[in-house]
């Protein structure tokens, strides 16, 4: 792959990102007024409420985790192979970011940074919507399948995702 048809995919990459951060964000601060004075934000196993917060730690623990999580996701697998590609756990390390293959091997590392961080950021989205509704309920109890859903979603991107990663590093037949 040349870089000049790597660059649409790195800038689609990114703007998927950047699109989905925004609409999440724009989800959670338009959706924060119909949630109660404090919200039920912790379920036990019984999926009643066990824990709450005040709506505007709610706010700020929503932010932080929709902004902070996907960046620790992401700018780890984004910068470390540039950086410190010694540090860098994949099959036939040398060849992958030696000269030849560096450019391309660093962009999927991008790339792929960058779709671990919009599944992050749409399972923050999930989650918000799931405690919205359990918050509409009397008393507060998180909705099972719903939620079931969400997790094997996600779990599901994160399986395909990591496939994907090993699918793309081989080790190299001797």
């Known amino acids: 792959m040349n870089s000049h048809s790597a660059r649409p995919t790195a800038f689609l990459s ?8 925004a609409v ?20 036990g196993a019984d999926n009643l409420a066990n824990g709450q917060m005040t709506r505007s730690s709610y706010r700020d623990f929503m932010l932080l985790f929709t902004l902070g999580v996907p960046l620790l996701a992401c700018l780890p697998l984004a910068w470390l192979p540039a950086r410190f590609p010694r540090l860098v756990n994949i099959p036939d390390r040398d060849y992958w970011l030696g000269p030849e293959q560096r450019d391309s091997s660093l962009l999927f590392f991008r790339r792929h940074a960058l779709l671990l961080a919009t599944l992050v ?54």
């Open 14 to 21: 990114l703007a998927g990102f950047l699109l989905a951060l």
């Open 24 to 43: 999440v964000l724009a989800f959670v601060l338009a959706t924060l007024p119909s949630l109660p004075p404090v919200v039920a934000s912790h379920f």
């Open 121 to 174: 950021v749409l399972l923050m989205g999930a989650v918000h919507g799931l405690i919205l509704q359990a918050n509409a309920l009397q008393p507060a109890q998180l909705p099972v399948l719903p939620f079931a859903v969400t997790l094997l979603l996600f779990l599901g991107g994160v399986l395909w995702w990591s496939l994907a990663l090993v699918k793309r590093f081989p080790r190299r037949p001797a």
